[in-house]
């Protein structure tokens, strides 16, 4: 009976020790951990994409003037070590490096990560916070890297030497998104972008904020200030609606009424105020309100008064 017990462990251990070379004979082998090879491995083959990446900023940095290891690896610090897709001969989505491509299957978050490895302070400091970062956004998304579009920033969208075009090219790369505030844009009234005097990020920080919708203030009001400091006070007599928010009475993106209003004069006005003095039918033939700028014709300091006696805004 023993030996009989015996034998059976011997056979149990050798069918153990079969079994587990058939399997290692059945599984791929693994491949070796990439290393780096350097960016000459890379130019021998990628001949073009090197000389386009070397007149970008960045590329005359990580190709000729190093600061730091990770820039020194050049084409691997953002794209991971090539020693694997060297080996296997190249080829798309071969080796395990990160493309970037659109249709590469890589996550949002994968090919960010290759970008905060250096941009993570600055005005990228909140982007892991940021409405874009959850939307799953991509830094390739509004950027471009292997050739020069554009003096700064390196936008997706393709502007020119001059700054007109480089401010209009932000613009397109917000509207690929925002195509509600570009249509605004079109309004009779709007902020001058159409004309390149501004863009989209001298109010918004695209990167993340601490601040509401992204403002690079800590408000709408302060936002607006930064260009209309004659609205800032301090007044003696307060508009309470403009010292809260602008954003009560105009639409700082495009409006089909004067000064970027919501509604046309008188009607906003008269959204608040319905004094029994003031006529009833602010469109009527023999009203006050239809003349000229309407309600401001007599309150014409409407955001706030200095004088002791503008107690209604009218000095």
């Known amino acids: 009976m023993r030996r009989f017990f015996f034998v059976s462990l011997v ?4 069918f153990g020790i079969a079994h587990s070379a058939l399997s290692a004979e059945k599984e791929p082998a693994k491949p070796a951990p990439a290393a780096y090879v350097g960016n000459e491995v890379c130019k021998a083959c990628h001949v073009a994409q090197v000389e386009k990446f070397s007149q970008t900023v960045m590329g005359k940095i990580f190709l000729h003037n190093p600061r730091n290891a990770m820039e020194k690896q050049a084409c691997e610090s953002c794209h991971g ?4 897709h060297v080996s296997a001969g190249g080829g798309k989505a071969v080796g395990g490096l990160i493309t970037f491509r659109k249709d590469s299957g890589e996550s949002a978050k994968v090919q960010n990560e290759a970008c905060l490895g250096c941009h993570q302070r600055g005005i990228q400091t909140y982007w892991e916070a940021s409405p874009h970062a959850s939307r799953g956004v991509a830094c390739v998304n509004c950027h471009t890297l292997m050739e020069k579009t554009s003096d700064r920033f390196q936008l997706a969208k393709v502007g020119d030497k001059t700054p007109f075009f480089n401010k209009r090219a932000q613009t397109e790369v917000c509207g690929q998104c925002h195509l509600q505030r570009k249509a605004q844009l079109m309004r009779s009234s709007h902020m001058p972008l159409r004309e390149g005097k501004m863009t989209c990020t001298d109010c918004h920080n695209p990167h993340g904020s601490p601040n509401p919708s992204q403002l690079k203030q800590t408000s709408v009001n ?4 930064t260009c209309h400091a004659e609205r800032r006070g301090p007044f003696l007599w307060e508009h309470p609606p403009a010292f809260e928010n602008c954003a009560n009475c105009h639409e700082p993106h495009g409006s089909v009424n004067d000064r970027l209003l919501k ?3 008188p009607r906003l006005c008269t959204q608040c105020h319905m004094a029994p003095r003031h006529p009833a039918t602010p469109r009527g033939a023999n009203s006050r309100f239809f003349f000229n700028r309407s309600c401001t014709n007599c309150h014409s300091q409407i955001h706030g008064s200095n004088h002791p006696s ?3 805004f009218q000095r």
């Open 11 to 14: 056979g149990v251990f050798l």
């Open 81 to 84: 070590p090539g020693s694997n």
């Open 222 to 225: 302060e936002n607006c200030y």
């Open 263 to 265: 509604v046309s004069d």
């Open 310 to 312: 503008g107690r209604r």
